[in-house]
């Protein structure tokens, strides 16, 4: 089974490559179902007061006649175990009756009013062959309705070929009713997709209102970002929704307070479970999320945060001073600021490398709810230094309590530097670059303080 998979997904990358992997919000989606209906010898059984099959064809009939002239819809229909007799147990029997194309309904229709019940219940193959029946089109929701009264009977696996498709965006999450179920039918069909139980035609019909709606409707949702006292206060943030077995990116919405002080309502296809990404910084993440055709959903993230940002007192020469900020005893940068912008983070602790000359790192900042946290920088001097030698090796240090902490290196073909440099105690070392021994090093001490100008003449 395992090599059957990988070449299930070898064979659909070009599929993928074509179909792209993001809906794009600015033009309609097109809806694409494919109904995948039971016609094995089963379907003869009683449901109520007819067969199965006789319901499935009016509730399908009266189903497609309420979706005719829904706009950016095609359907398709694919039957299997309706071409060859039970005692033949052939697995490969199963047939694209009707492709997708514009306005077929009429087709569809008459199509399955004249299906005929015969032989077994292959389920994986016809699923595995479903996904070559819909176009390489982007921009599109490829959904798959399958309507079975039985489980595999062809030893193929429904759960491993509908994730496959799934993972590779080929199809959403199928949907199955179950007609004239047992209760080995929810456990068989949980993996394959979302299972409905319809052991009465009411049932069935509700089943398939309840299914259809949420193949054509989107319903609402509201994202509450939760501050410290859990109010959903923050907002002015972009959040991404990706669907939870494909990846594919969904939707970004950027987070608002609307005119009445609440979240606003985003509205979200409910085929899909989603994890939701939102870009704070850094982001959080919701995994798991559901949401129901025709009701409010409340999605709610803690999300408290405060800001944080670096002034230099004074007047300063900084044309573009940055800094990195990582959370507290991590190496993962997080951000690299702007100090002439404030930013908001989640509430926490942080390090900060201030990307002056020298570096100045700030360890455990506190980052609390709506306020902003500020980290104050001693006003720059300015160091000038000429150099008289041809050319030169030359090392600028900071002294820390009698230890020298490399700053910066001098270029060597250059002969006059400027730079802009934190107050404290220095040396430069140097040496001509022509010079044969080590002894012919030489040093210069020296004091740079705020808002003034330190000369160094190397010779």
Not at 48 to 69: F, Q
Not at 326 to 345: F, I, M, W
Not at 393 to 421: F, G
């Amino acid at each position: 089974m395992g090599k059957i998979i990988r070449n299930i997904l070898f064979l659909l990358g070009c599929f993928i490559a074509l179909k792209g992997s993001a809906q794009n919000q600015a033009k309609p989606i097109k809806t694409r179902i494919l109904f995948l209906l039971d016609a094995s010898g089963s379907m003869y059984a009683k449901l109520e007061n007819d067969s199965r099959i006789n319901v499935a064809k009016k509730l399908l009939s009266r189903t497609i006649d309420s979706m005719a002239g829904q706009a950016n819809l095609e359907i398709a229909l694919r039957v299997y175990g309706h071409t060859s007799p039970p005692n033949q147990r052939n697995c490969r029997d199963t047939r694209l009756e009707v492709p997708f194309r514009p306005n077929n309904f009429e087709e569809v229709k008459k199509k399955i009013n004249g299906i005929t019940p015969k032989g077994t219940t292959l389920i994986a193959h016809s699923l595995l062959q479903a996904s070559y029946d819909f176009p390489s089109e982007p921009n599109t929701r490829n959904v798959i309705i399958l309507i079975t009264d039985g489980i595999e009977e062809c030893q193929g696996d429904p759960c491993a070929i509908s994730e496959a498709l799934q993972s590779k965006g080929v199809i959403l999450k199928p949907f199955i009713i179950g007609v004239g179920s047992t209760e080995d039918f929810s456990k068989a069909f949980e993996c394959v997709g979302r299972y409905y139980d319809a052991n009465t035609e009411k049932g069935f019909e509700d089943a398939l209102n309840i299914v259809v709606s949420q193949a054509l409707n989107n319903t609402t949702a509201q994202v509450n970002l939760l501050d410290i006292m859990s109010k959903p206060t923050e907002t002015n943030v972009n959040m991404s929704f990706y669907d939870m077995n494909s990846g594919q990116l969904v939707y970004n919405y950027m987070h608002t307070i609307n005119q009445r002080g609440v979240p606003d309502t985003v509205q979200l296809d409910p085929v899909f479970r989603y994890r939701m990404v939102v870009h704070t910084i850094p982001p959080v993440v919701k995994e798991f999320i559901d949401v129901t055709p025709g009701k409010h959903t409340i999605i709610g993230v803690d999300a408290p945060q405060g800001e944080l940002q670096v002034k230099v007192e004074g007047l300063t020469n900084y044309n573009n001073l940055q800094f990195i900020v990582r959370k507290h005893n991590s190496t993962h940068t997080l951000h690299v600021q702007d100090a002439s912008v404030k930013e908001k983070y989640l509430v926490g602790k942080y390090d900060v490398e201030v990307l002056c000359l020298p570096r100045k790192i700030f360890s455990e900042v506190s980052v609390d709810q709506s306020h902003t946290t500020t980290i104050q920088l001693p006003q720059p001097g300015k160091l000038i230094v000429n150099c008289q030698l041809q050319d030169y090796y030359a090392d600028v240090y900071q002294m820390v309590r009698n230890e020298l902490t490399w700053v910066c290196k001098l270029p060597v073909d250059r002969r006059n530097h400027q730079l802009i440099i934190q107050p404290g105690d220095y040396k430069i070392i140097y040496r001509a670059k022509g010079s044969s021994r080590s002894s012919n090093t030489f040093e210069r001490s020296f004091k740079v303080n705020s808002g003034q100008a330190t000369n160094i003449l190397l010779n």
